[in-house]
């Protein structure tokens, strides 16, 4: 079930403008995906529907496209669990204060990704460990997961 997400902030939207060209999510960069991740109780969401033009076999999405936007919807719910632990109000803020990036990335490709359909992307918190966050996250299309996803991020220092 498509979650209506029209009233709530992506985390994306909430990094400074100077940290919004990400290929993968950032809102400033028109030639890229620009991935939006909410968080919606104990978990994060995306959606996404690929271009043709990201075709590996005819009919299915190419791996490295579901390894990217695995990447940025991971950094941004590891920002967003790392907000809710600490109590950071993503409803009232414009930038958050909170920076992670990639640090270890483990996609599963359990089935292939059918080309033409949205794409929903879950992600679960295992762990915060100091500036370590683990998330686990699926990928899911037509409801059958069709990629799993593991992601170490690390907040960054100041
Ligand atoms: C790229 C710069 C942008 C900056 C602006 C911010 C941007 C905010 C907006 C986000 C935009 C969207 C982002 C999209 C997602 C990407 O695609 S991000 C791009 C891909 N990722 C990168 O380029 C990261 C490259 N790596 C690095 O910069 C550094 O290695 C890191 C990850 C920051 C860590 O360096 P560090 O801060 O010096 O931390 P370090 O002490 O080495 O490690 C901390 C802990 O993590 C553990 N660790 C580190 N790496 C690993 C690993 N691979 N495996 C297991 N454990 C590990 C360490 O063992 C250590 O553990 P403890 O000793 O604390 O238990």
């Not at 009233?7 to 030639?31: F, M, R, T, V």
């Not at 941004?76 to 930038?95: P, W, Y």
């Not at 359990?110 to 966050?133: A, D, F």
């Amino acid at each position: 079930m498509h979650i209506n997400t029209k009233n709530l902030k992506a985390i994306q939207d909430l990094y400074p403008d100077e940290l919004a060209h990400c290929y993968g999510c950032g809102k400033s960069n028109p030639d890229g995906f620009q991935l939006k991740t909410y968080l919606v109780g104990d978990e994060t969401i995306a959606y996404f529907t690929p271009q043709p033009k990201y075709t590996a076999l005819p009919g299915s999405v190419y791996g490295g496209l579901i390894a990217s936007i695995l990447d940025c919807h991971g950094t941004g719910s590891a920002a967003a669990f790392v907000c809710k632990n600490e109590h950071i109000s993503l409803v009232d803020a414009t930038t958050i204060p909170v920076r992670c990036v990639t640090a270890l990335l483990k996609i599963d490709f359990k089935n292939p990704t059918p080309m033409g359909v949205e794409l929903e992307l879950k992600g679960k918190l295992r762990s915060i460990e100091g500036r370590k966050i683990w998330v686990d996250m699926t990928l899911t299309a037509n409801g059958i997961i069709c990629a799993t996803g593991e992601i170490l991020a690390i907040r960054l220092k100041d």
